[in-house]
Each structure stands twice: as structure tokens, then as C-alpha cells.
């Protein structure tokens, strides 16, 4: 079956007085009927052996780090953990690391000798699964597997037309939950914005969970603000699990926790909640959040060496309190523009900060978790466009393992848009496809190909079985993303991304509602708890 | 002098609920001075020693072929020289390379043994300088240093704002070469758009490289469809030189040359130039720019094999007519929406390509050329930002020498946007941060500083001599992008990049007005030659 035919296409040599292919204008009527019919061959789903991009593909070709820097890096985080050490840890925290080895010192500051920090890398959980309440949703996070996730506390909701921000909500917040659920190449979502019609931080706490796993049926990653609010969400997990033996087999929720206060300082409540989590069975993304040049270093080195050393702590606070307790590797050193101190996590130094702790977690052998994707941009112009961009293809490549904050972010995490996960979809889909490499095995090499079409062929590969069978297989293709020629995109009214995907979003809020928590239980839910979310 | 002081920002540490920052929020009257300040001193042009971004630094932490990928492609292309050939020859093409062992087998295909090939990667030219007709502009494109710069033959030109497109004029390459003159992080310029005023093909050719040179001096490349408009162009380029010597010493021209029409066939008339060129000592763009489906094999290994062999071919063909002539390693496989047949320059997959065809410049030790940034989007949105994003960080970290097509470029090669060049300025910049990635030295390693901080200091970098001391020598700061929190750019106008960048374009079209060229010379020009372009 030929599926292209040369005659569909004019021109297909470019002249040799310019290297622009004529190929994309050249519209007209009798191409038509070839391209609908491919068009509709694409539009079918593809079974996932010939899907050019998988979750958990292998990353790595970027490295910004040599060995000898990672070393480095390594030691003096050792020497801070040992010398400095951190500030502010519960009675909890102190007794359970001071019986494993650590110190206070003479300022009252929580110190970790070396030989600790081994003693626990050697016990850390490794290779564990984070699941979703589907289990075609499973990542096995570890390696240089790449997954692709949301994050973030975002306060705003930012409308790309009217470009203006308004108070984000708890309805937001699973619209987003499902928006993710449909993606092909989010793979998990942690909650992106804060409920802000819920004033009463419990019912806050509780209903960004439930908004989350009822929205979608990927991994959640939610977090709590007090053990007491994380004890009613366990409860509730409990019960879409169907019973604790069932939750505790397959956690599909992990808590987002900054025990940290960078430079160096525990945060007090953040480690009960870390606590409840160790006694609840539920995976720990341990954050460290500095902001360089105002919480940690300027220097993008020391950013990295204070946040692994923070995180290192949190690993052995953990496994002091239960050894083998999953955890991610969280280092998120951000960065400031230092001519005001306002953070920017759209800056190339941003992505080196993050690639560079993703190949730090690598090296310890962890499951490492970082960000990409925080756009300075207000909004889903070709600003946020770049900023993702850049970070997307380079923190993937480096085999970052959870790639957080990917989609939808912007104003540097203070706004969340909707239609930008679907257009940073297209983004991430296309950084994948280059996180998947290059195969040279003899086919792909084609020197047969190359052959045949020259002596034997029409002089072009429009038709060959190699162009046909690789079409699907090698290439991917955008959703809201454009490559008509200037004459149809004119024909098709002159689009922005931003009109394409307003009506994207919106035809997939419509349509799309996840059900993978029955009623049954949702009125169960809901009889016990304040469920602040109206469906009907 | 303390440039930041904590009172001027407020909340630096995070929450512990929330790793979002609260400082991009925190508008008020009492740190406007500090920072209108700060503002003011990174408004002062940065001495060279600090610039955190320099042309020409060493990219490669990005290597998406390893060893074997990148020996057995070369293999391939041997043997595809070897056994394929390449229909078309010129009668001097054919004296040349058989005089040094090539053959014409039983297709009159001339074909290249793999010893005629190694015997010219042994005389090639290496270490060539590109110069700029201001010497502060020449380029020293080796190793794995890394420039980029424009190009391609765009037909028409995209207003952002109207998202009209309409033919490109010999006006608007000359104020794109101008707007390119005065971009920090776009070191060359090579014609970007065709001069469609000009119907002749003699005036279209000479004026092109008018425009060019006049409009920048920065160096130039140029393309021309017979050797008589070339051999016209070059006495121009003698007279501003100030003789042919002049010129011989500093060529601050090259050719664009499309010898090849993929797949594996020369094109007479480019042959035709590039022999003028060689005659002329101006260096030569060798380019082979397939495309993937069409023009090259779907596949990628053998897209890069075909277009490595048909360079490789162009270098063979230069070196036997004049031993060590500069020539670029330009191998530009371009990518096809199999779909549809037309290119998509802009996806994930076009980064693939162009990053490992600059692994294959790096191996043989040549000036390699490739492209980065033609966005498949029409005009300036998220879409064409992401596609430039993600290509600019791939392949500039690959060590490409040049890079081509990245600033300006829409519609896959079709379409020209003025505005874009300023925006893209920004992208490519943040790119070049991630070039040269991360020191790792006692100081940046910021051990004691963290010490200092933690014990002795605030609780925080922000006055901290490292913070200040890093706070340009580190980190590159937009021109047209936006970093401000959403309540001040609200106060701004809420606008996007587009607007920030059409009127910077505006200020700059009026005010930079390079006089490079002397008014007597330029005289001189005009009065042999029949110059298109008024600058009254």
C-alpha cells in the first residue's frame, strides 16, 4: 500500500539556489483525498509497539556534569551535612538521627557525618513503582527513565485571551486533574494550584487530594500543611483503594513535602506531616526549594551542592525512621534574577540547575524527581514557548526520572493556565522523541535504501516501504501544534496555538470524565468527609 | 557595595506547604530605588571578562550519537559514496575527482573511493577564521565552539501583530541584517530572505549580498545562481575590502552553496559557483539539505547518512579542484510531516538530526554547519517558541560550529519575521548559558559561603559578596522577555512578547544605522553596479 505517491507532492527537490523545500506550499485540490485518508490513518490510536514515544524512555545523552564535578559536588554536600548540618529539627527527628550516628553541634544544629549519609544510601528504597489507581498508569521511576509530570502551587488561574488572573479553585484544580488524564505525554500529576475557594486549611488539604485522584487516574502527588488533614486524605485512600492492605500495595498518591527551609533549616510542621506519610505507607517526594542567590548559593554550583545536601538529610531522617521508606530525590534549586530577587524558572540557568541534580540523583542510584517547564512568561506566548522549550529537552535528556512543574505553569509558579497543558503536551512529546534518540542499526543506516531509490527508484523516497513503515513508528505528531503551508493556515483562519488549544481544552472538559472511582464510593466519600467539589 | 538587601525582598525562604516562592509577588514602593539601581547598572554594556555569554564557546554535553553510532554512519556514507556515486557530475567536477582516484561507474554515477575520501579529510581545510568585516565580529568556528546565526530564503515576511504575510523585499534584508548587527547572542548573518522587488535574477543576487554586507558587519554568507552574478558581487566585495588582497587576507563573505539535490545528484549551476567561489578565496557553505521522506530516507540514521556522503562529496570535489579551500560541513537533513510531505523544521525530531550531523562534523575534526530554530509555526506564538526552545538548546549543547536558520525563521523556512529576531536574541542567549554549563571550582562549590550564611551570616545569599560578585558574571538576562510578578505586569500593560518586541524593533530600525562602509565606497558601488535597495 502506497500511501504517499510523489504525484501528491510538487517539488519535492529543493532548487539548488535555496535550501527551502518548496514542499509546504503547494496546496491544491488533488493531494486532498490522499492526505484526509492519511490524516485519518493518524488520527486512529496507536497500539503501543509502534508509538514513536513511550513514558519511561531512557534519557542521558545530556550530561552537564562530568565525573569529576559530580564528585566534587558529592563531597561538599558531605562536608556541609558533617559541618554545618541543619537547624530546627523536631525532638522526633533529632532522636531518631542521633541514635543512627548524627550530632548536634554547638549551635544546636542537626549534623550528619559521612558514614551516615553512606550507611543510608546503602538502605535507600530504590526501583520501586509509583503507581496509579490505573495500572496502565505505572512508572517505574528509576534509572535514567524519563516521566513527565505537573507541579506546583500556583494561586492564579491565567486566561490566554483576555490575559487576565484570577483566584484559582478547587473546580480548576480537577479540570486540570483531567486535562492531565487525557495527555499522552504527562504522565503523572501532582497538584498544580491552590484551592483558594476553600479558606479552611483543612478542607483545603483534604480536597486538593480528592479533586486530584478524582480527576484523574495517573499517580497523584498531593501535600498537606498537618498530619491531622493527611490523616483524613489516608482514610479516603483507604477507601478508593478498597481497604489499607490494598492502599499499602499499591500507593497511588505520593506526598509532596518541604521538610527543608532552605539554607539548611528543618521545617517544623512539614516533618510531622513527613512522619505521617513513613507510618501511612505513602512515597515521599523530599523538596528542597532554594532560590539561588537568596536561599542558597548564586553560584549554580553551590545551589546544587546545598540543595543535595538538604535532601541527602531528609533520606536519612527517613530511612532513620523506616528504613527501605520510598522516597524521591527532590533537589528543586531555582533561580533568582538577581536585579530583583523574583524567582525565574524560565532561564537556561534554571534548566543546568535542574539537569545537573537530575544526573546528582543518577549517581546516587535514587529515584530523582526535578523541574522543567516554569515559565517567567505571564502567559502562553512565544516567551513561555522558548523558556519550556529549552528546559523540557534538555532536564529530559539529562534522564531526569520525574520531571516536575512541565505543564501549564507560568509567572515563574504563581499562574496555571489550562490550555497550556495542552500545547506543553505537544512541547514535551516533541523533547521525548529527541530523549529517544537516534537508532543506527543497518535498516535505519538505509544504505540498501539509499541504494535502491537512486539506481533502482524514482529518485525520491516518497513511496518506499521504509518511508511508509516509519511514519508512525519514528515520528511525532503535534495536537494543537500547526504545519500547514501559509496558504491553508490563512485558509484555516491564521491561528495562534492559543486558539487552537482554547478550543481543545474546552471540547476535552466537555467530553472527558474520568470514572475510575465509582459512585458507590464517591457517596461513601462524600457522606464522611467535606467535600468541597460540585460535579452536577 | 551591598546591591541587594533582604528588605527589599520579602518572604525569601518558601513556605514549608509550598515550594512557590512568594518573592516575584511582592511589589511595593520601598525597593523601587534599590532596584531601578540594579536596573541601571545591568543597562551599562558588560566589559568582555564578565560577560556571562561569549561567542564561541564549547558546546558538546550533549551527544545524542555515541562512538559506534557515529563510526558506523560514517562507514555507511563510505560505502554509499563508494557504490552509489552521485549522478550529474559537471565535466570539471568528473576531470577533478577522477584525476585523484574517483571513477564513473555503469550509471555515469561518480563515484568516491574511501581512499579518495581519507586522502582529503587529510588535506581539508581546519581552523579557518570567518571573519567579520569589523574584526570584533570574526569567528574562530572549531572544535566544538558554537555561533549562531541566521539564514535561509524566506519569500515572505510575517507581521506578529496582523499575522499577514506578504513578500519579503531587498529593504527588509537589509533592516534584518541591521536588526542582526546589533543582537548580543547572533554572530553572523547569511541572507535570510529573497529580495522579491527585484525580478531579475542578476539584480536579485548582487543586491542580496548588498544589503547583506552594508546592513552588518558582522560576516555574511550569500548564495548566487550563476557565476557571473558572482564574479559582479565579488568585485563589490574587493572594492569595500579595499582591494583584492584585502579581501583574500579577511574573506568576510562565504557562499551558500546547494551542490547537491538530494538524493545524490550535483546541481550544474551551484557547481558552476561553487568553482567561482573557489577561484575567488571565498569560503564555501557546502550544503546538502534532504529532506527526511522526500528527498533522504525516513529514517533518521539514514537521513544523517545521506546528507554526511553528499558533503563529503562536496568536499572531495573543492579539495581536488583547490587543495585545502575553507569549506563548512554543511549537513542539513530537514524533516517531512510524513502526513503531509511537507517540512517540519521545527520538531523534535529536526533537533535529532541536525545535533548528530554536528557529531559528524566534530569527528572529522571539521567546521561543521547545521540549523537550529525553523519553527513550523507562522508566526510568533508559544508553538514557534517551544520549536526554537527545544531545537537552540539541543543542538547549540552538541558543539555545532555554526548554526544556521535560528533567529527569524517561521512557517518551516517560509515565512520571515523581523520581530522574532530580538525574541529569538533572548531564546538563543538563554541557551548559550546552557552551553557553558557549570564550574565546579572551591568557589563555586560555595562551601564556605554556605557555612557563612548558616552560622555566621542572615539566613540568606542576598547581600552576600557571592551573590553580588555573580550577579552578572553568571546570569543572562532577556531583552525583550518579560520577568516581572503578574501584579506589575499588569501595571505593565499585560503584554506579551510580541509587544515588547515590535517596539523594540521600531526603536532599533530607527536608531542603529551601521556606517561600516564609507559613503565614498558605498559611492563607488552604485556607480558601477546597479544598487536596489534606497536608504533615503
Given at each position: 500500500?502506497?500511501?504517499?505517491?510523489?504525484?501528491?507532492?510538487?517539488?519535492?527537490?529543493?532548487?539548488?539556489?535555496?535550501?527551502?523545500?518548496?514542499?509546504?506550499?503547494?496546496?491544491?485540490?488533488?493531494?486532498?483525498?490522499?492526505?484526509?485518508?492519511?490524516?485519518?490513518?493518524?488520527?486512529?490510536?496507536?497500539?503501543?509497539?509502534?508509538?514513536?514515544?513511550?513514558?519511561?524512555m531512557?534519557?542521558?545523552?545530556?550530561?552537564?556534569?562530568?565525573?569529576?564535578?559530580?564528585?566534587?559536588?558529592?563531597?561538599?554536600?558531605?562536608?556541609?551535612?558533617?559541618?554545618v548540618?541543619?537547624?530546627?529539627?523536631?525532638?522526633?527527628?533529632?532522636?531518631?538521627?542521633?541514635?543512627?550516628?548524627?550530632?548536634?553541634?554547638?549551635?544546636?544544629?542537626?549534623?550528619?557525618?559521612?558514614?551516615?549519609?553512606?550507611?543510608?544510601?546503602?538502605?535507600?528504597?530504590?526501583?520501586?513503582?509509583?503507581?496509579?489507581?490505573?495500572?496502565r498508569?505505572?512508572?517505574?521511576p528509576?534509572?535514567?527513565?524519563?516521566?513527565?509530570?505537573?507541579?506546583?502551587?500556583?494561586?492564579?488561574?491565567?486566561?490566554?485571551?483576555?490575559?487576565?488572573?484570577?483566584?484559582?479553585?478547587?473546580?480548576?484544580?480537577?479540570?486540570?486533574?483531567?486535562?492531565?488524564?487525557?495527555?499522552?505525554?504527562?504522565?503523572?500529576?501532582?497538584?498544580?494550584?491552590?484551592?483558594?475557594?476553600?479558606?479552611?486549611?483543612?478542607?483545603?488539604?483534604?480536597?486538593?487530594?480528592?479533586?486530584?485522584?478524582?480527576?484523574?487516574?495517573?499517580?497523584?502527588?498531593?501535600?498537606?500543611?498537618?498530619?491531622?488533614?493527611?490523616?483524613?486524605?489516608?482514610?479516603?485512600?483507604?477507601?478508593?483503594?478498597?481497604?489499607?492492605?490494598?492502599?499499602?500495595?499499591?500507593?497511588?498518591?505520593?506526598?509532596?513535602?518541604?521538610?527543608?527551609?532552605?539554607?539548611?533549616?528543618?521545617?517544623?510542621?512539614?516533618?510531622?506531616?513527613?512522619?505521617?506519610?513513613?507510618?501511612?505507607?505513602?512515597?515521599?517526594?523530599?523538596?528542597a526549594?532554594?532560590?539561588?542567590?537568596?536561599?542558597?548559593?548564586?553560584?549554580?554550583?553551590?545551589?546544587?551542592?546545598?540543595?543535595?545536601?538538604?535532601?541527602?538529610?531528609g533520606?536519612?531522617?527517613?530511612?532513620?525512621?523506616?528504613?527501605?521508606?520510598?522516597?524521591?530525590?527532590?533537589?528543586?534549586?531555582?533561580?533568582?534574577?538577581?536585579?530583583?530577587?523574583?524567582?525565574?524558572?524560565?532561564?537556561?540557568?534554571q534548566?543546568?540547575?535542574?539537569?545537573?541534580?537530575?544526573?546528582?540523583?543518577n549517581?546516587?542510584?535514587?529515584?530523582?524527581?526535578?523541574?522543567?517547564?516554569?515559565?517567567?512568561?505571564?502567559?502562553?506566548?512565544?516567551?513561555?514557548?522558548?523558556?519550556?522549550?529549552?528546559?523540557?529537552?534538555?532536564?529530559?535528556?539529562?534522564?531526569?526520572?520525574?520531571?516536575?512543574?512541565?505543564?501549564?505553569?507560568?509567572?515563574?509558579?504563581?499562574?496555571?493556565?489550562?490550555?497550556?497543558?495542552?500545547?506543553?503536551?505537544d512541547?514535551?512529546?516533541?523533547?521525548?522523541?529527541?530523549?529517544?534518540?537516534?537508532?543506527?542499526?543497518?535498516?535505519?543506516?538505509?544504505?540498501?535504501?539509499?541504494?535502491q531509490?537512486?539506481?533502482?527508484?524514482?529518485?525520491?523516497?516518497?513511496?518506499?516501504?521504509?518511508?511508509?513503515?516509519?511514519m508512525q513508528?519514528?515520528?511525532?505528531?503535534?495536537?494543537?501544534?500547526?504545519?500547514?503551508?501559509?496558504?491553508?493556515?490563512?485558509?484555516?483562519?491564521?491561528?495562534?496555538?492559543i486558539?487552537?488549544?482554547?478550543?481543545?481544552?474546552?471540547?476535552?472538559?466537555?467530553?472527558?470524565?474520568?470514572?475510575?472511582?465509582?459512585d458507590?464510593?464517591?457517596?461513601?466519600?462524600?457522606?464522611?468527609?467535606?467535600?468541597?467539589l460540585?460535579?452536577?
Open positions: 500500500m502506497t500511501l504517499i505517491t510523489p504525484d501528491e507532492i510538487q517539488g519535492a527537490a529543493p532548487s539548488s539556489a535555496s535550501p527551502t523545500p518548496a514542499l509546504a506550499d503547494t496546496g491544491g485540490s488533488r493531494r486532498r483525498g490522499g492526505r484526509l485518508a492519511r490524516q485519518a490513518l493518524r488520527a486512529a490510536p496507536l497500539t503501543d509497539d509502534i508509538r514513536p514515544v513511550r513514558p519511561g531512557e534519557g542521558g545523552h545530556y550530561q552537564v556534569l562530568n565525573e569529576t564535578d559530580i564528585l566534587r559536588i558529592h563531597t561538599a554536600a558531605l562536608e556541609i551535612l558533617e559541618t548540618g541543619l537547624a530546627d529539627a523536631i525532638p522526633t527527628c533529632i532522636e531518631a538521627v542521633t541514635a543512627r550516628g548524627g550530632f548536634l553541634n554547638e549551635y544546636g544544629r542537626l549534623c550528619i557525618p559521612r558514614a551516615l549519609v553512606e550507611d543510608t544510601l546503602a538502605i535507600a528504597a530504590r526501583k520501586f513503582v509509583l503507581h496509579g489507581q490505573d495500572p498508569h505505572d512508572m517505574e528509576w534509572g535514567k527513565k524519563v516521566y513527565f509530570g505537573t507541579a506546583g502551587a500556583a494561586v492564579h488561574i491565567v486566561d490566554p485571551v483576555t490575559r487576565k488572573y484570577r483566584e484559582s479553585t478547587t473546580r480548576d484544580l480537577y479540570d486540570i486533574a483531567r486535562l492531565v488524564d487525557a495527555m499522552d505525554h504527562i504522565h503523572f500529576f501532582q497538584r498544580s494550584v491552590v484551592c483558594r475557594d476553600l479558606p479552611d486549611p483543612f478542607e483545603m488539604d483534604f480536597n486538593t487530594c480528592y479533586a486530584s485522584v478524582r480527576g484523574t487516574s495517573k499517580h497523584v502527588g498531593s501535600s498537606w500543611v498537618h498530619p491531622d488533614h493527611f490523616d483524613a486524605s489516608l482514610e479516603m485512600l483507604h477507601m478508593i483503594a478498597g481497604g489499607e492492605d490494598k492502599w499499602r500495595a499499591r500507593p497511588f498518591v505520593s506526598m509532596s513535602n518541604c521538610f527543608v527551609v532552605p539554607p539548611m533549616k528543618f521545617a517544623e510542621d512539614a516533618c510531622r506531616c513527613l512522619e505521617s506519610a513513613v507510618k501511612g505507607g505513602m512515597p515521599i517526594l523530599l523538596l526549594a532554594g532560590q539561588a542567590g537568596a536561599t542558597s548559593p548564586a553560584s549554580l554550583a553551590g545551589a546544587v551542592v546545598q540543595e543535595v545536601a538538604e535532601v541527602l538529610a533520606l536519612v531522617y527517613v530511612n532513620a525512621l523506616k528504613p527501605g521508606h520510598p522516597c524521591i530525590f527532590g533537589t528543586w534549586p531555582f533561580v533568582s534574577d538577581l536585579r530583583t530577587g523574583a524567582m525565574s524558572g524560565g532561564s537556561g540557568e534548566a543546568l540547575l535542574m539537569a545537573a541534580c537530575a544526573q546528582m540523583a549517581f546516587y542510584d535514587l529515584t530523582g524527581g526535578v523541574c522543567a517547564g516554569m515559565a517567567d512568561s505571564k502567559i502562553p506566548d512565544a516567551q513561555a514557548g522558548y523558556e519550556k522549550g529549552y528546559n523540557y529537552a534538555l532536564v529530559g535528556n539529562s534522564g531526569a526520572n520525574l520531571v516536575y512543574e512541565s505543564a501549564g505553569m507560568h509567572a515563574s509558579l504563581l499562574g496555571f493556565c489550562l490550555e497550556s497543558v495542552l500545547m506543553d503536551n512541547a514535551i512529546g516533541a523533547s521525548l522523541r529527541t530523549v529517544r534518540g537516534i537508532e543506527t542499526d543497518d535498516d535505519s543506516l538505509s544504505v540498501e535504501t539509499i541504494r531509490v537512486c539506481i533502482e527508484g524514482p529518485g525520491h523516497y516518497l513511496g518506499h516501504s521504509q518511508t511508509i513503515g516509519r513508528k519514528d515520528y511525532v505528531y503535534p495536537l494543537v501544534g500547526d504545519r500547514t503551508s501559509p496558504k491553508e493556515w490563512v485558509e484555516g483562519g491564521s491561528t495562534t496555538i486558539d487552537r488549544a482554547v478550543k481543545k481544552t474546552a471540547e476535552l472538559l466537555r467530553t472527558h470524565h474520568p470514572s475510575h472511582i465509582s458507590a464510593v464517591d457517596a461513601e466519600i462524600r457522606a464522611k468527609f467535606p467535600v468541597g460540585n460535579l452536577q
